[in-house]
């Protein structure tokens, strides 16, 4: 049906553009101008011999009147309309739309394009920004300089009675510190100018999904006393209307596996154990008698262990996130193979344990333990669907009982020198 | 024996003096605050690496500390950490400096059990403001 009303609009566009009169056009194809005045109008369907007759009298392929060219234009049309959040009547409108004005079509199309190459430019660099740590150890440099410089000067200033020798000293060393700061102050502003007109605030439906759920505590009362589809779907057009379509869709996986847990194994009885053991969770699962990765995605959700979450899937793509400060899940880029999740990926079945602390000052350390969930097998010799999933736990403060494998956040922004697993080279001058 | 009583009175003073552990990297800010301590009568000791930050400290007994949060080897969240989880050290003032002025570094501090925090660049007044109220019930 939609075609039907498009139809009219494209046949009055093309003879407009050839400047013949609708009478003109009317009687060489011999039909009355008020039926045709109804066809361009998108009052009637047209069809059949009548189309081919237009669309040879216009000298235009037929299915050019009718169909197909704009295919790729109406899908445009239909994201802008979604980006826009119009209303399913004006959403439908956008056939009529093209088929009217289809200048102006173009123009919205080629800048919807635009935006949404923009909007991924942007999120990268956001993305760089937020877990950049060349920027955060240049605003080190720059701050513990000024301190220093800050500190010797008052000194000197202050103090008329300083021996000579002490004056020497501190001159000599304001000297240094000055240039450093001029230096640092310099190399800064050079790494921002790079980064120049890149506004924040963008986000992806992964990124409004983790938001949503950080809002929540990642804790769904609902969902754990009863859980069901239904259950979810009340939770998604009740409080997650605000979310764009997309992040509703992964939303909805995220809380069904929610309330499919809470059934396996609720929060109560998860409590009690690790009350009783310890965080540990093959030990956990065996008393428990669940998978070990329903263990990890429950202990996650336990607010009193203030756990991270990451969890890919078999293409090592990041599917759900649980950020924890400290350790940076990036975005867009792709993670350090060195994780323990992508080792647990490798190793299906196995359950590593592995304390690890991404590279870089400030560093925080956590008993990483991952593992790979094994889907429902859809069929007969068809791989099942697999899942890694990895629990970052801080690690006690001043622990160091065990060994610390350092991994990065992603190659580009990663200062290891010589690491085997090094995709491309890091932007981090070191 | 000379020489022994020597010794004995230098522990002496030692244990009567204002004693500072001093945790600090950047070597400018370590001299200009062993000055300006110094002059306020505190006897300075400065470590230049987290690693063994800790085992000093606990050694050494000191009226207070004064913490870098960057340092090589260790981290000054992880020595305060180390330094709370003591019985006898628990009162210890410590003094936590940091030259990233994000709020997550101070909350993480408060709730390390730090007695105060100070971002860089502070000026000569703070430090040694802050280094007297931190020790004004247990030092003259």
Redesign the interface.
């Known amino acids: 049906m939609p075609h039907d009303t498009v139809t009219g609009s494209r046949i009055r566009e093309r003879r407009v553009m050839q400047g013949i009169k609708q009478a003109d056009l009317a009687r060489k194809i011999g039909i009355s101008a008020s039926y045709l005045n109804l066809i361009e109008h998108n009052r009637r369907r047209i069809g059949g011999k009548l189309l081919l007759d237009i669309a040879a009298t216009l000298e235009v392929e037929p299915q050019a009147l009718t169909e197909g060219a704009e295919a790729a234009l109406l899908a445009v049309l239909d994201e802008a309309a979604q980006a826009a959040n119009l209303s399913a009547d004006d959403t439908d409108q956008a056939e009529a739309f093209a088929g009217r004005f289809p200048g102006w079509a173009q123009a919205l199309v080629a800048s919807q394009r635009r935006a949404a190459a923009l909007e991924r430019t942007v999120e990268k660099l956001s993305d760089r920004m937020a877990h950049d740590p060349h920027l955060?150890d240049a605003?080190?440099e720059l701050?513990?300089t000024?301190?220093?410089?800050?500190?010797?000067a008052?000194?000197l200033a202050?103090d008329a009675t300083l021996e000579r020798e002490?004056q020497d000293?501190?001159h000599a060393?304001l000297d240094?510190?000055s240039h450093r700061l001029a230096q640092s102050a310099q190399s800064l502003v050079g790494y921002l100018e790079q980064m120049k007109g890149a506004p924040g605030g963008v986000k992806s439906p992964q990124h409004e999904v983790e938001q949503y759920l950080a809002q929540h505590d990642f804790h769904f009362p609902r969902l754990e006393a009863s859980g069901g589809a239904a259950e979810v779907d009340a939770v998604l057009t009740q409080d997650a209307a605000a979310l764009s379509e997309a992040a509703r869709f992964i939303l909805r996986a995220v809380l069904m596996q929610v309330s499919e847990d809470a059934r396996a194994l609720g929060l109560p009885r998860l409590e009690e154990s690790v009350a009783a053991i310890g965080v540990d969770p093959v030990a956990l699962a065996a008393r428990l008698h669940v998978p070990v990765a329903i263990v990890l995605r429950r202990l996650a959700a336990l607010r009193d262990v203030g756990a991270g979450l990451v969890v890919c899937d078999r293409s090592g793509t990041v599917i759900f996130r649980k950020s924890i400060?400290g350790f940076s899940v990036p975005q867009f880029d792709s993670c350090c193979p060195l994780w323990p999740l992508f080792g647990a990926l490798a190793a299906a079945g196995t359950v590593l344990h592995e304390r690890v602390g991404q590279l870089g000052?400030?560093?925080v350390q956590f008993d990483a333990y991952a593992t790979t969930e094994l889907g429902q097998a859809p069929g007969y010799n068809t791989p099942a669907l697999a899942r890694g999933m990895m629990l970052l736990v801080p690690a006690p403060?001043?622990d160091v009982s065990r060994a610390v494998a350092a991994v990065g956040a992603t190659c580009r922004i990663c200062p290891q020198t010589h690491c085997p697993a090094r995709r491309e080279p890091s932007i981090l001058k070191s | 024996m000379w020489d022994r009583r020597t010794r004995a009175r230098a522990r002496e003073e030692t244990r009567m003096g204002k004693h500072v552990v001093l945790v600090e990297d950047?070597t400018?800010?370590a001299?200009?605050?062993r000055?300006?301590l110094s002059r306020d009568g505190w006897r300075v000791e400065t470590l230049a690496n987290g690693g063994n930050a800790?085992q000093v400290i606990r050694a050494a007994r000191p009226d207070l500390v004064i913490l870098d949060?960057?340092l090589p080897g260790k981290?000054g969240?992880?020595?305060?950490?180390?330094l709370r989880?003591e019985d006898s050290l628990a009162e210890l003032p410590i003094l936590m400096?940091t030259?990233?002025?994000q709020s997550?570094d101070r909350e993480r501090a408060l709730a390390?059990g730090v007695s105060r925090f100070m971002?860089?660049?502070?000026?000569?007044d703070e430090?040694v403001t802050a280094v007297r109220e931190l020790t004004s019930g247990t030092v003259s």
Request: proline share 3%.
């Open positions: 955060a605003m080190h701050l513990t000024a301190a220093a410089v800050r500190s010797t008052e000194i202050d002490w000293r501190f060393n240094v510190d400060d000052r400030g560093q403060p001043g | 950047e400018n800010i001299e200009a605050i000055f300006l800790a949060v960057m981290t969240f992880e020595i305060l950490a180390e989880c400096l030259a990233r002025g997550r390390a971002t860089k660049p502070f000026s000569n430090m």
